[in-house]
């Protein structure tokens, strides 16, 4: 009963926009003072799970996604995209969401994702005349690519939780990140359709030459996805070392090349990176001891139990873990919806016979999709203080987005395993 209790106060203090750090502290004294819940037993326990070098590779991806975003080492790139597509209809919104994908290689974060790409895209999505709700939707829907193109913190995560292979999570969302990419960019020209005031930049008469110099100064910004995954996919480097790789690179390039940040506003960044490693690694460590309270009361067992009473089809099972999954996300960030699912459904999924690097990319495309879905949304309203884009004028074509882009690439993720196997054994082996 206590359980039963404990959930739905979680669900309301999230709700009521409580932080999720004290909304689980919130449920670790409600068990404290109304259940057998020893405090002293676990806080041990949390520690020790936390002492892992995989770890590692979180606060330092966090850390260099905030050098990239405050050395201004994005807009190279945006520049350079600008340049080859700005005079073609929709061009700018394609090189929007392709940026998206290569920064969140980077970073491995949406929220990083979007402050960043929407900053520096959307001015010049505004100056060309492209619709703002429209513009704005594109962008904070681009965003979770930072969880399906690798590397990702949210697949770190989930590999360690679920002891399976970091670099084969990593390949499991690939081709479905693709898809998602290809999908948002057809979306978005289709309903760029209806809007004929666009102005296109003419071709410039020197395109070789603008095209040689902004290639020179976007080199640096592209040897770094290169640097990383290159040295993950080599086996060069571990993520966690590829990540310190990342921070090392950045910290020179934005000050020396693109001279976005100096060494006095380099100590700022530091500090917002630290407060942002310190919320993460404060709200994992309160995950984690509800998870293992959950783990010892046998609810994954409880779950797996209620949903084979439902119904043992598995198309239905995994139906139903796909809404779960959603409703998790609206509610929650992607760290704290992964530590607190992953453990109690992965048995359910395996059961019904879906491997689990099949489910980390099931995972990653529902949570990308629940953080851009109302009535929560934590990305939309996010992306609306970014690119200062009223919430209301974001609702139609996200929702648009969200029915014929995310959820075309969530059932092929769930129903055609291969979309997620098939780099993983390709290049590692079954």
């Not at 040897?223 to 995954?229: D, V």
């Not at 590829?242 to 380099?266: C, E, L, Q």
């Not at 959820?407 to 390709?426: A, D, G, I, R």
Request: with cysteine; glycine share 10%.
């Amino acid at each position: 009963m206590i359980i039963f209790a404990c959930l739905i106060v979680l669900c309301v203090l999230l709700l009521i926009g409580v932080s999720v750090p004290l909304a689980f502290g919130g449920i670790m004294v409600l068990l404290a003072c109304f259940g057998d819940f020893d405090v002293t037993g676990y806080l041990p326990s949390g520690h020790w799970k936390m002492n892992s070098l995989v770890l590692l590779a979180i606060p330092l991806f966090i850390i260099a996604g905030q050098i990239m975003e405050k050395g201004r080492i994005a807009a190279p790139l945006v520049h350079l995209a600008e340049l080859m597509v700005g005079h073609v209809r929709g061009g700018l919104s394609v090189a929007a969401v392709v940026a998206s994908g290569i920064f969140g290689s980077i970073s491995g974060s949406g929220s990083a994702t979007l402050t960043c790409i929407g900053g520096v895209m959307m001015p010049h999505l505004r100056k060309a005349k492209y619709p703002a709700g429209l513009s704005a939707a594109l962008i904070t829907n681009a965003s979770p690519l930072g969880m399906l193109i690798p590397p990702s913190s949210s697949h770190i995560l989930y590999a360690w939780v679920s002891q399976q292979s970091v670099l084969k999570c990593f390949l499991s969302t690939l081709i479905p990140g693709i898809i998602l990419i290809t999908l948002l960019c057809i979306v978005n020209q289709v309903q760029l359709r209806k809007y004929k005031g666009l102005e296109l930049d003419e071709k410039p008469e020197d395109f070789k030459f603008q095209f040689k110099t902004r290639s020179k100064k976007a080199f640096p910004a592209l040897l770094m996805p290169l640097f990383i995954l290159g040295g993950i996919y080599g086996g060069i480097m571990t993520p966690t070392e590829a990540a310190g790789v990342a921070v090392v690179y950045a910290v020179p390039v934005a000050i020396y090349i693109y001279r976005g940040m100096t060494w006095s506003s380099f100590r700022e960044t530091m500090l917002d990176a630290g407060v942002t490693v310190g919320v993460v690694m404060t709200m994992i460590f309160m995950v984690l001891i509800v998870s293992r309270f959950l783990m010892f009361e046998d609810i994954p067992g409880i779950a797996e139990d209620f949903v084979y009473m439902i119904s043992d089809n598995p198309i239905i099972i995994l139906l139903m873990v796909n809404l779960v999954l959603i409703l998790i996300g609206m509610m929650m960030d992607d760290i704290s919806g992964l530590l607190l699912s992953t453990p109690i459904l992965l048995p359910i999924v395996q059961s019904a016979g879906m491997d689990p690097i099949h489910f980390a990319a099931v995972l990653g495309v529902n949570l990308g999709m629940a953080n851009v879905t109302p009535p929560t949304a934590p990305n939309l309203y996010l992306g609306a203080r970014v690119t200062g884009t009223p919430v209301v004028e974001m609702l139609g074509p996200t929702m648009i987005f969200i029915i014929f882009a995310w959820m075309p690439t969530l059932m092929l993720t769930t129903f055609v395993p291969q979309l997620s196997l098939f780099l993983p054994e390709l290049l590692l082996g079954n």
